[in-house]
């Protein structure tokens, strides 16, 4: 897909190759390419490709959603993140049957395979594919179907974060929480809850009913916060919803308090740079605080959020954190540690993935 890149670059211009010095030992595209890696916080409707994104539009024809992979590029540039929900509600309007549940989700495990994505966890709304008249046991069969034939197939592991569209208000937190604890329609493969959605004008302790549930339920914490709002929204996450990451949390390095705090807890930030460019969270990419949050000593992870639609993938935002923090590749294996680290993989599936890349990296620098 073509794209505006997001730090005002000319346009056809590749993020990677300011990384690629020809008269280094190394090159770090291909580093980062082979790099075996986690990623926490991917959206499942967000990571529809353009092609797949074409292929739903056309079988859904009184959508608003253009059918021309090229026109999603334009259709794909947003003006402010209330302009970014519009768009991407329109896509989740093209997930109607559990078809289009099941083709997307292994299509999208097909695109992590590419990138050695090993582990995701994928953040699932279901709320706003049953309210649309997907049956909630097919839903749930088709993602559970796609995440084994993926593991099986692929050799991606998937896991299920639910969450609550926090624009959808109380009743779809109700339903959203209903469907992570009642054992009759829980998946196998789910294993956390969140809340999504605008920040503005949603505050986080109305949710703290449904997240104590939730956790009650034996699920983890992982709302979204301080992305379009201040540091108040992650500590209203924090005391509120008991999070045990943070996705985004972009405006916690104007709190040094709270900062110090997430370090001292090992409360991980999802950081999605090129996302927050997209959305104007960030007005550009050299402004992004990163920097801040590894200086403050936060776990940071690297991820994607909703990559087609923001003309990234897994890869370009590694590459993107490499520029910003000058990192070499054992500062790139150390992010994908960090993942790893704040991932909600078993203990075992841990230790293999942390030992596949420290194996890789070694490799890599051994003359």
Same mark, same amino acid.
């Given at each position: 897909?073509?794209?505006?890149?997001?730090?005002?670059?000319?346009?056809?211009?590749?993020?990677?190759?300011?990384?690629?010095?020809?008269?280094?030992?190394?090159?770090?595209?291909?580093?980062?390419?082979?790099?075996?890696?986690?990623?926490?916080? @991917?959206?499942?409707?967000?990571?529809?490709?353009?092609?797949?994104?074409?292929?739903?539009?056309?079988?859904?024809?009184?959508?608003?959603?253009?059918?021309?992979?090229?026109?999603?590029?334009? *259709?794909?540039?947003?003006?402010?993140?209330?302009?970014?929900?519009?768009? *991407?509600?329109?896509?989740?309007?093209?997930?109607?049957?559990?078809?289009?549940?099941?083709?997307?989700?292994?299509?999208?495990?097909?695109?992590?395979?590419?990138?050695?994505?090993?582990?995701?966890?994928?953040?699932?709304?279901?709320?706003?594919?049953?309210?649309?008249?997907?049956?909630?046991?097919?839903?749930?069969?088709?993602?559970?179907?796609?995440?084994?034939?993926?593991?099986?197939?692929?050799?991606?592991?998937?896991?299920?974060?639910?969450?609550?569209?926090?624009?959808?208000?109380?009743?779809?937190?109700?339903?959203?929480?209903?469907?992570?604890?009642?054992?009759? @329609?829980?998946?196998?493969?789910?294993?956390?809850?969140?809340?999504?959605?605008?920040?503005?004008?949603?505050?986080?302790?109305?949710?703290?009913? *449904?997240?104590?549930?939730?956790?009650?339920?034996?699920?983890?914490?992982?709302?979204?916060?301080?992305?379009?709002?201040?540091?108040?929204?992650?500590?209203?996450?924090?005391?509120?919803?008991?999070?045990?990451?943070?996705?985004?949390?972009?405006?916690?390095?104007?709190?040094?308090?709270?900062?110090?705090?997430?370090?001292?807890?090992?409360?991980?930030?999802? @950081?999605?740079?090129?996302?927050?460019?997209?959305?104007?969270?960030?007005?550009?990419?050299?402004?992004?605080?990163?920097?801040?949050?590894?200086?403050?000593?936060?776990?940071?992870?690297?991820?994607?959020?909703?990559?087609?639609?923001?003309?990234?993938?897994?890869?370009?935002?590694?590459? @993107?954190?490499?520029?910003?923090?000058?990192?070499?590749?054992?500062?790139?294996?150390?992010?994908?540690?960090?993942?790893?680290?704040?991932?909600?993989?078993?203990?075992?599936?841990?230790?293999?993935?942390?030992?596949?890349?420290?194996?890789?990296?070694?490799?890599?620098?051994?003359?």
């Amino acid at each position: 897909m073509r794209h505006r890149p997001p730090d005002g670059r000319p346009a056809g211009e590749d993020p990677l190759t300011e990384l690629t010095d020809p008269s280094a030992p190394r090159d770090l595209r291909a580093f980062i390419t082979g790099l075996p890696k986690a990623e926490l916080h @991917v959206h499942h409707v967000g990571s529809a490709s353009p092609r797949i994104v074409s292929t739903l539009a056309a079988r859904h024809p009184d959508s608003r959603v253009p059918t021309d992979p090229e026109a999603l590029a334009d *259709y794909f540039t947003f003006t402010d993140f209330a302009h970014f929900i519009e768009v *991407y509600l329109s896509v989740v309007d093209l997930i109607r049957t559990p078809e289009d549940v099941r083709t997307l989700t292994y299509e999208i495990a097909r695109d992590m395979a590419r990138q050695q994505v090993r582990y995701a966890e994928l953040t699932l709304t279901p709320f706003s594919s049953t309210r649309r008249g997907i049956d909630e046991l097919g839903f749930m069969e088709a993602i559970e179907d796609a995440r084994k034939a993926a593991e099986s197939e692929l050799g991606v592991v998937l896991r299920w974060c639910f969450d609550i569209p926090g624009e959808a208000g109380l009743e779809s937190a109700e339903e959203t929480t209903r469907l992570a604890t009642d054992d009759r @329609v829980r998946p196998e493969g789910l294993v956390s809850f969140g809340l999504g959605g605008p920040e503005i004008g949603v505050p986080r302790p109305q949710f703290k009913p *449904y997240f104590d549930r939730a956790i009650a339920a034996g699920l983890h914490s992982v709302p979204h916060a301080g992305e379009t709002t201040g540091p108040q929204t992650v500590w209203d996450a924090l005391t509120d919803l008991r999070a045990e990451r943070i996705g985004h949390g972009t405006s916690s390095v104007r709190d040094p308090r709270l900062l110090a705090h997430l370090a001292d807890h090992r409360i991980a930030l999802e @950081v999605c740079p090129t996302s927050n460019i997209a959305t104007r969270a960030v007005r550009t990419l050299d402004e992004h605080p990163l920097a801040q949050m590894i200086a403050a000593g936060v776990l940071v992870t690297i991820n994607s959020d909703d990559p087609p639609m923001f003309g990234t993938d897994l890869n370009n935002e590694y590459a @993107v954190a490499a520029r910003l923090l000058g990192l070499d590749e054992q500062g790139l294996a150390a992010l994908a540690r960090n993942a790893v680290e704040a991932s909600f993989l078993d203990p075992a599936g841990k230790r293999r993935l942390t030992a596949e890349i420290d194996t890789y990296t070694s490799a890599w620098l051994t003359p």
